[in-house]
């Protein structure tokens, strides 16, 4: 292809996206917007198959029945998106063999936040409430994103992330309604995993090399510190009707801006959990390579059995 007609095919590209129209896998796009939503979505996909692992470590011991098929249901949940959003980078040209490489030699990235040990029932409140919270938050901006089959994986998504954060909600209403004790371990869910929430919007705007180019093309519809601030926003007064503190004593309502202003990240944390070295990253990788490779003898069963199934065609056919 000539440069000019690469340059007609950028100029009908952008048109479309600042009229707004959805961009289809089959559609012309700029290799680097390929690219980006390649690296996006897959590391959105990652996220929610290692994020199984610190809820599934509590199906066994969930306190009551209820709490156990609601949080199986979570869980089985974070899979589902997971399948969506790797079958949505998959329309962008790379496979799911590839991808799945990707996250098992350490190439690609997840969440941050899934680095975090689930050490109390309290946890699995918390991570519904503040972690649900977070993502739905980040997923409903992502509803609108200029690509059709990741935009349309977001409703079904957020749809159900809403039900992950009222469960989260509940759970930690009950504790917060219940004895001294059970109130005291609400707080501490709380103050280890406040920070590492924040932590999820990724690194501020300043710092963020992605954000500038991918609000450009509406893949981000929000910066990361505008989502970050909106859901402290919302997440404070959901606090103040538990009765429980937000760890952080520079928070504070400013009326001026109608915000709450928020004291600072620890960012040398934050990457240091990025680059592998957090309280679980190492355990999350060995879950989730265990899992693959005792997991080969379905993959090659499930081949030998499509294998078999094309053949009895063919052989029907001729
Ligand atoms: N953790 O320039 P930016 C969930 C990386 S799903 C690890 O700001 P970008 C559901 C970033 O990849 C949670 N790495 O990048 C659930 C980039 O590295 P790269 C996941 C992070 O992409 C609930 C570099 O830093 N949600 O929770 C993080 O424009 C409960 C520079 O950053 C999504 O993935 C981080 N927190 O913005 C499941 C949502 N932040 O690739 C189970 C979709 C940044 O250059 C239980 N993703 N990095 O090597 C997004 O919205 C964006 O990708 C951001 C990052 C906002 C995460």
Redesign the pocket.
Known sequence: MSEKEVKNLEAIFEARIARDEKIEPKDWMPEKYRQTHI??IS??AH??IV??L??GNWITRAPSLRRKAALLAKVQD?AG?GLYLYSATETLGISREELFDQLHSGKA??????NYPSVTWADIGA?GWL??G??II??VA?CTTSFGPYARAMVRICKE?SF?QRQGYEIMLTLCNGTPEQKAMAQDALNRWWWPSL?????RDAD????EQ?MKWKL?RKT?DELRQQFVDQTVPQADILGITVPDPDLKFNPETGHYDFGEIDWDE?WQ??KGHGPCNKERMEARVGAWERGSWVREAAMAYAEKQAKKKVAKAS
């Open positions: 690296r996006q590391q959105h996220s929610e994020g199984m610190p809820e974070e998106h990235k997840y969440s941050s936040i899934f991570i972690v649900d977070a993502a980040n997923q992502l992330e992950h932590m999820m919007f990724g690194p963020s090399p992605h954000t991918s981000k990361n934050f959990v990025v």
